[in-house]
């Protein structure tokens, strides 16, 4: 439906007209955490549950995984006709980064590099509690235990995580709040969702920062890299998960304070330059949209 009377566009009529075609606010939130929890549902009874957990081989776990992350995909990211698929797409804001690759890579390892400096002075000043053998370490410990683990912490578990946190659910929380907002309050579910209450805090900055580059982006992608980078970056600095002297050089004493705040310093200017760069981008990208659908509609006239 069109919002516009005797030719004067009204922006309260069109907000009014496009929520009526939209699923009510909390059926919308409720079923996007409802699929967030099937697939950590999945993953747990793969990977952490016992039994069932040490009777799933690895290589069958990955190949689990990875089948969940496919399926995912072929339903709301892959390009397929239908005017339903096209809404989905939409909603998950699946829009090719173009030119804003290289910059959201960038992005992405400046915010790791924050975030893992960030970790470590957090680390020393709220120790995590000790809770025995972690189920992800036991299970890494099997021949190709560490494959299904990298599959679903660093590729599908950051995709799929994306889509419907800042796809879906900081979207249609910034049609209804505005995008401050909606970044906010995304991350904040997103913290609690892990159900880790030690891991709040963090969690709760990475959210922000995937949050911020999809809305400057336009573009769930950037999130993703964000999410993968800083995934994997715990993986390779602890073995799948940080212990508490797992930042030696950074934690340490008033030296290794320093060094975190400086990597915290340095890496939150590069992301803020390159956010800026992507914002650039983005707008450049429009202005030629705008302009070429404009001459195009010149040439009908």
């Not at 799929?160 to 579910?189: C, D, H, M, N, Y």
Request: proline fraction near 6%; hydrophobic fraction near 55%.
């Amino acid at each position: 439906m069109p919002a516009r009377f005797g030719g004067l566009d009204f922006p309260l009529a069109r907000r009014i007209l496009s929520s009526r075609m939209e699923r009510p606010l909390f059926q919308d939130l409720t079923t996007s955490l409802a699929l967030l929890f099937a697939w950590t549902l999945a993953l747990w009874a793969c990977l952490i549950i016992p039994p069932v957990a040490e009777g799933v081989p690895p290589l069958a776990a990955a190949g689990v995984v990875l089948l969940v992350g496919l399926l995912f995909a072929a339903r709301y990211i892959t390009a397929r006709g239908g005017a339903e698929q096209i809404e989905r797409r939409a909603r998950s804001r699946v829009r090719p980064l173009g030119a804003q690759w290289p910059w959201s890579i960038i992005t992405a390892i400046a915010v790791s590099a924050f975030l893992v400096a960030f970790l470590s002075v957090y680390m020393r000043l709220l120790p995590p509690l000790d809770q025995g053998v972690d189920p992800l370490d036991a299970y890494a410990q099997r021949p190709y235990g560490w494959f299904p683990i990298v599959a679903a912490v660093v590729f599908v578990g950051p995709l799929i995580e994306e889509v419907i946190f800042r796809g879906w659910i900081q979207g249609r929380l910034s049609r209804e709040f505005g995008p401050e907002s909606a970044i906010t309050s995304a991350a904040a579910l997103f913290a609690v969702a892990h159900l880790e209450l030690w891991g709040v805090p963090y969690l709760f900055v990475l959210g922000v920062a995937c949050g911020y580059s999809v809305y400057v982006t336009r573009s769930i992608w950037s999130g993703v890299l964000i999410h993968l980078a800083f995934n994997g970056s715990l993986i390779l600095v602890d073995h799948y998960l940080p212990g508490a002297d797992a930042f030696p050089g950074l934690s340490a004493g008033l030296q290794g304070s320093m060094r975190a705040a400086a990597v915290m310093t340095v890496s939150a200017a590069i992301a803020v330059v390159a956010w800026r760069q992507q914002k650039v981008i983005r707008d450049r990208t429009a202005g030629e949209a705008v302009e070429e659908t404009e001459a195009a509609a010149g040439h009908t006239d």
